[in-house]
């Protein structure tokens, strides 16, 4: 089990790090404008906001499974998320960055700050923590310590992905076209709709 929740956090935190969004822009943006040390820092800031909201969603679909049944609408109702989610990303246009937008980053708290800001106050980002939280919690063949494993090596993913982004923001910058952009956008998408459709399959046919 353990490999198994290794593997699963690391190809959800794979597929998370595909998604084009204001992250995307900001990592890319500061590490042009300032440098790739303000962009980890940046990225850091993300990665703390992730984890509040990993400790946020988990506890409280912990709580909610321990009611008789919840498990099951707990599966259904992240499994419905996740698709949702995934039609989004296939449908919505892909925002354009504003190459002549230069935000002043004059100190380090300041782009933590902002990556922490520009992740948290996104609810989109919460209810898809509580999605994945859902999805962990019908895995009742998990133990703790795979939980913890999952979501490290989840968390550890999207930040080290977030790291290689800001690092090669120069070379990305000439594959942010808008049709390089919606390729990858429709791609994690479909990717997105297939793990919302296998919880859903997982809750409503359970093995054994």
């Known amino acids: 089990m353990i490999l198994e929740s290794v593997f699963e956090g ?46 946020l969603s988990y506890l409280g679909v912990h709580l909610l ?17 996740l698709l949702g989610f995934g039609i989004n990303f296939i449908v919505k246009k892909v925002p354009l960055p504003d190459p002549d937008k230069v935000v002043p980053l004059p100190k380090k708290r300041k782009a933590f700050l902002q990556g922490f800001g520009i992740n948290g106050i996104n609810p989109f980002v919460l209810l898809f923590w509580l999605s994945i939280a859902s999805m962990v919690s019908i895995k009742s063949a998990w133990m703790y310590s795979d939980r913890v494993l999952f979501y490290g090596s989840l968390l550890g993913t999207i930040f080290g992905i977030d790291l290689l982004k800001a690092f090669l923001a120069g070379r990305l910058r000439r ?7 919606k390729v990858i956008q429709v791609f994690a998408g479909l990717l997105i709709c297939y793990f919302g459709i296998k919880m859903l399959w997982t809750t409503l046919f359970p093995i054994g």
């Open 65 to 81: 499974s321990q009611i008789p049944s919840a498990e099951r609408y707990l599966g259904l109702v992240g499994g419905l998320f």
């Open 10 to 55: 690391i190809k959800l935190g794979l597929l998370l790090s595909m998604m084009i969004g204001p992250v995307f822009f900001a990592l890319l943006t500061t590490s042009l404008d300032h440098g790739f040390r303000q962009a980890a820092i940046l990225a850091l800031g993300v990665f703390f906001s992730d984890l509040v909201y990993v400790l």
């Open 175 to 181: 594959f942010l076209s808008p049709k390089g952009k």
